[in-house]
Structures are given as C-alpha cells and as structure tokens.
C-alpha cells in the first residue's frame, strides 16, 4: 500500500474548515492593515536560499529539497518564504512602488526535519513582509498584527519573546567577542556547540546541555553591545507594544534559525504546545534584498505556522455547512429533471445535491437524513422534466406536499429566511 511520504499528511475534508476560517482570520486581519496578498513559487533557484538564508543555518545545511530539473538548474522546494518574496519584489522592480510595499501570503513549506508532532516536512506558513520601511512602527504593527491573528484563531497561553539583533557590523564585532569566549570556555561545551564555534557561535544559545547552557550563562550578551541608532530603534518598537499593550518578554538570546535578521526579532511561543512551541516569528531583515543583488531596501516580516496555530487553538471547528436540499429519484426517469432542479438551486445560492449513488428511494431519504439536508425533493412519478410534479419533504418537521418543481426553490428560500 502507498501511503503518504514521511512527515507529510493528507488535509482531509473535516480538517479543511478549520483552515479555511484561519485563512479568512489572516485576510481579513492584514487586509485591513493593507497587506495584499502575493503567492510566490514552491520550488526556486537553490542559490536563493544559499545567499538568502545563510550557508552556515541548519536550514541550508541539512534541510532542503534539493534537485536537479533535468536541464543542469539546481532548485529547492522553498523551506520558508521571506527570500522569494524579496527575489519577486527586486525581479518586479517593486521599489518603483508606493514604499512600502506591505504583503502576505499563505502556502506550504518544505524542510526534511526529523518529524514529530508539530513537526513535518511539508508544512504551511501565513506570512506578512513590509518591504521598504526602516521604521519601529513596523516592526510594531507587524507584532500587533500576529498577536491579532494569533488571537482571532483562538491560540491559548502565548508568550511573545523579543531582542534585537542590531547592525551586521555590531555583530560582527559581538561574534568575535562571542568566539573568543566561547574558545576560553571550550572544555566546558558540547561537542557538537565546540565543533561549530567559529562557523555559528550564536547557536551556542540554542543548545541544551547543562555544560554549554552553564557557559551561555555567562556569555556576552548583544543587546549590551547595541549601537546607540540599534537601541533607539529597539526601545521605540517596546515603547509602542507598551501602548498597545502586548505583553513580551525581552529575551537576549534569542536566536532565530535564519541568519538574515537585522535589528528586531521576535517570537511567539504557546505552552499548549508540546516541544515544538514556536508559533510564528520574524523580525527585521534590513540588508537581505541588498544581498540578493536589490536596491539596499529596508524590510521585516514574520511567518506562522498554520498547523501549531491549530494545535495551539481551543476552538472547535465550524459547524459543518447546511444542506437546504437533497434532489431524490422516484424513478431513473426523473435523473434529467433532478440534474435540472439540483443546478437551479444552486444557482439561486442554496446548497443543493442530487442522488449520485444508485440508492433505493427509502436509502435516499435515509442520506439524505443523513447529511442534514432541511428539504428533499422527490422527482420521477410521472415527471417529464420542466415544471412537473415534485413531492417536497420538510425533513424537520416530516411534513410532505406536491408541489411544481418550479416551487421548490421559493419555498426553500421562503423556509430559509424565517
Ligand atoms: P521559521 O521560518 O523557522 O521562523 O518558522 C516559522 C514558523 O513556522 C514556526 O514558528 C512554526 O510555527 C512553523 N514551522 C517551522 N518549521 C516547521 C515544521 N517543520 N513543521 C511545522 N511547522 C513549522
């Protein structure tokens, strides 16, 4: 038996409503802040992860799908979005837009992690980028705009972590700060932490060993060695989640898997999850599309995961859609006027079905019971097609009339607004 690959899992139609409603929350949320939606490829040039990512992240080391297309192009099932999203506004000239240019997108994302739950190799993710801005403003909005989405789908226990990560050049001085530290304390380390000093010492954060957690303790920290433009920049962002009061916790450590941040970085975590907590999370990338041969443009953005916020959310799915008719068959010779009557309803808004599976009329009747349907209409006693007889059943109250099959539909709509 094939069945789906590792890691990957199939959205069944019960599971569909729920996304449905959280997509509705996202567009609903950001459109009103005048995000406009964009929808990039799923696979691109491998070199725009390599650049945009960063060859030192776990990402770009050891968890892209990565192919030859036949033709010699290495490409790469998109592990995340914020690159193609700054390679689709250089490859557009977007900067000749009205700055900034405010986006979101919704789609699926691939990495070739271990598995677990909340863990998967094809997953999706909601985003928002501002791209243009330089401004704490947005990364502000952008943090209030999650917390709304995150509220509005109903995530319980959320914490929001925040830090800044300041300029490249800051932390290029802090990383030598922070190898040279780690280097006096490299006994102490996990070998894993100790082999990667010099290509990733921020990681050293992320580790969970008692021994390189013991010399974290003591590291240097970033957020004491800001530039003075870094820190105003930062203390405004806090200053206006103060006023809109969003709770956050300042976390110097905190450490994101991509290595293209600037400046702000947040994210946001629920204790109704397992190990995999990470809601969503983003922050600043003022030098990315500039590292992807762009105009030096300013930009920030997050993305959530679409399968942690339903497993983050207390909210039971939506009630399931009403069925206002069901179009039985007396006999096969009503099939044409049934097919008729069906797409009529339809056409004037109701949710209509007609009998597809060859049942008996008492196994119709029992369908259609069965799938809630408010009316059933019995076509085929002596019925030609056009406006001929039809035996019209109110399934709640039990009551059944004759009637023309051009009154079936009134008379729904007539039911349906009392
Ligand atoms: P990141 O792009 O790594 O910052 O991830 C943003 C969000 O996407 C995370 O907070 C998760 O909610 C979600 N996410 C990341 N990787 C996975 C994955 N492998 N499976 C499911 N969700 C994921």
């Known amino acids: 038996m094939i069945q789906a690959p590792k890691g990957t899992f199939d959205v069944l139609p019960e599971d569909a409503a729920r996304r449905e409603l959280l997509e509705g929350h996202a567009k609903k949320i950001l459109g009103a802040a005048g995000y406009r939606r964009i929808e990039t490829p799923t696979f691109e040039a491998t070199e725009l992860f390599a650049r945009g990512v960063g060859e030192a992240t776990d990402i770009v080391q050891k968890e892209m799908y990565t192919f030859d297309d036949g033709g010699g192009r290495s ?18 000239g977007m900067h000749k837009l009205p700055q900034p240019v405010k986006l979101w997108y919704l789609g699926s994302y691939y990495r070739a992690e271990a598995p677990q739950k909340g863990r998967y ?15 704490p403003e947005t990364d502000a909005e952008l943090i209030v705009l999650l917390a709304d989405l995150l509220e509005a789908a109903g995530v319980t226990r959320t914490r929001l972590r925040l830090s ?6 800051t932390r290029a001085e802090y990383r030598s700060e922070l190898v040279a530290y780690l280097r006096a304390h490299e006994s102490l380390l996990s070998d894993e932490v100790a082999s990667r000093i010099e290509l990733n010492p921020l990681r050293a954060f992320d580790a969970t060993d008692p021994g390189t957690r013991g010399v974290m303790h003591g590291a240097p920290k970033l957020l004491d060695r800001l530039a003075a433009d870094d820190a105003d920049h930062f203390a405004a962002v806090r200053a206006l989640l103060d006023d809109a009061g969003v709770a956050y916790e300042l976390d110097p450590t905190l450490v994101r898997g991509l290595d293209y941040y600037t ?21 600043r990338y003022d030098r990315l599309i500039e590292q992807l041969d762009g ?3 300013p930009a920030s953005g997050w993305a959530a995961g679409i399968e942690r916020i339903l497993l983050a959310s207390a909210q039971p799915p939506p009630a399931a859609e009403l069925v206002d008719l069901f179009v039985a068959l007396a006999k096969p010779d009503g099939a044409r006027a049934a097919f008729e009557l069906s797409r009529e309803a339809r056409r004037a808004g ?6 597809l599976g060859g049942r008996s009329l008492k196994g119709q009747l029992r369908h259609a019971d069965r799938i809630g349907a408010r009316y059933v209409a019995i076509v085929g006693d002596g019925v030609s097609g056009g406006d001929g007889l039809v035996s019209l059943k109110n399934m709640e109250s039990g009551e059944q009339r004759e009637t023309t099959a051009g009154e079936v539909i009134p008379t729904i709509l007539r039911g349906r607004r009392l």
């Not at 490409?75 to 557009?92: D, N, S």
């Not at 947040?266 to 204790?271: M, P, R």
């Not at 109701?350 to 009998?355: F, R, T, V």
């Open 164 to 169: 800044s990560l300041g300029t490249p050049e």
């Open 295 to 297: 105009p030096p443009t």
């Open 75 to 92: 490409l790469t099932l998109r592990p995340e979005g914020t690159a193609p999203i700054c390679r689709a506004y250089i490859e557009h």
């Open 263 to 283: 400046r702000t970085v947040f994210e946001f975590s629920s204790d109704a999850l397992g190990a995999q907590s990470g809601v969503g999370g983003g922050g």
């Open 350 to 355: 109701l949710q209509a079905q007609q009998e």
């Open 121 to 135: 190799r094809q997953f999706w993710q909601v985003g928002a980028e501002v791209v243009g801005s330089a401004t």
